[in-house]
């Protein structure tokens, strides 16, 4: 589903060129990366096989990056709501696609840098980095334990400054849609998007329950360790990946045609 809405923003030069939907196909791009990443890992995980440190340390890198690019990326969608509704006139001159390219590499360099740090950490002080086997997590990645702690911090620090930012927005936009001198329409449908943007933010939280219940599983010890270890990774870590992009994809009127005439192999019935 996410590969045919790619498809259907790549394809059309309205949507490559409106900074909205590059930043939803980069939304789709990431969460699809990201998914692929964890899958990796839970397979070598019920598989019981061993990775070099290395290689895990690209996987840990590449799933952590993208984890904490989700909700930056909700937090610029609904920026650029806000500058369509507070600044129509100049919308165009400020949501740039260059303008909007920065942004993204500015997103991909926050979201790495706490977790490069910690890989040449480990690099510096581990001298068989590169061919030490490894039961491949993240928890096993690390060394000291203000290396979790300071993860723990960091996802947390995202999570609480994109949903001040997208509360924020969604009052400002608020406000706008009850002035006389504004279209209320569409302020009322961005305020909705944004709000939509809150229940995806909501949708990322839960991924943080993810090693709370892996944990109290651990713990019990029961028989059907191995199910609940499989229901706790698709409930709370690929669900909800897999709902973000799709809900917001269906609810946007220029996407939902296409992705439903696609969708059904049918794409000639629209022009």
């Not at 984890?67 to 129509?88: G, M, W």
């Not at 001159?93 to 303008?99: P, V």
């Not at 509360?167 to 569409?186: G, P, R």
């Not at 809150?198 to 059907?224: D, H, P, R, V």
Request: aromatic share 14%; proline share 3%.
């Amino acid at each position: 589903m996410s590969g045919i809405m790619f498809f259907i923003l790549w394809s059309k030069p309205k949507f490559r060129e409106d900074s909205r939907y590059i930043l939803f196909a980069h939304m789709l791009i990431n969460d699809s990366v990201h998914l692929m990443g964890i899958i990796v890992l839970l397979l070598f995980a019920l598989a019981f096989l061993h990775m070099s440190k290395a290689i895990c340390s690209i996987l840990v890198v590449i799933t952590a990056v993208t984890y904490n690019n989700t909700p930056l990326n909700l937090a610029l969608i609904s920026l650029e709501r806000y500058v369509a509704i507070r600044f129509p006139l100049r919308h165009t001159e400020i949501a740039t696609q260059r303008r909007t390219a920065i942004a993204i590499g500015l997103m991909w360099f926050i979201s790495s840098v706490n977790i490069l740090i910690e890989i040449f950490y480990i690099m510096a002080l581990d001298p068989h980095f590169f061919t030490a086997p490894i039961f491949c997590t993240r928890e096993q990645m690390l060394i000291e334990e203000w290396q979790l702690t300071l993860y723990s911090a960091a996802s947390f620090f995202f999570l609480v400054v994109v949903a001040l930012t997208i509360l924020y927005i969604y009052v400002s936009i608020t406000l706008v849609a009850k002035s006389a001198s504004t279209n209320k329409d569409s302020a009322n449908k961005a305020r909705k998007t944004v709000l939509l943007h809150m229940f995806q933010l909501g949708l990322c939280i839960t991924s943080l329950l993810y090693s709370l219940f892996e944990s109290l599983i651990a713990k019990n010890g029961t028989a059907s360790f191995m199910s609940l270890q499989c229901l706790n990774f698709f409930w709370l870590l690929v669900l909800p990946r897999c709902l973000s992009p799709l809900i917001y994809g269906l609810r946007d009127s220029a996407i939902r045609p296409l992705f439903l005439s696609y969708f059904r192999c049918n794409p000639t019935t629209l022009k």
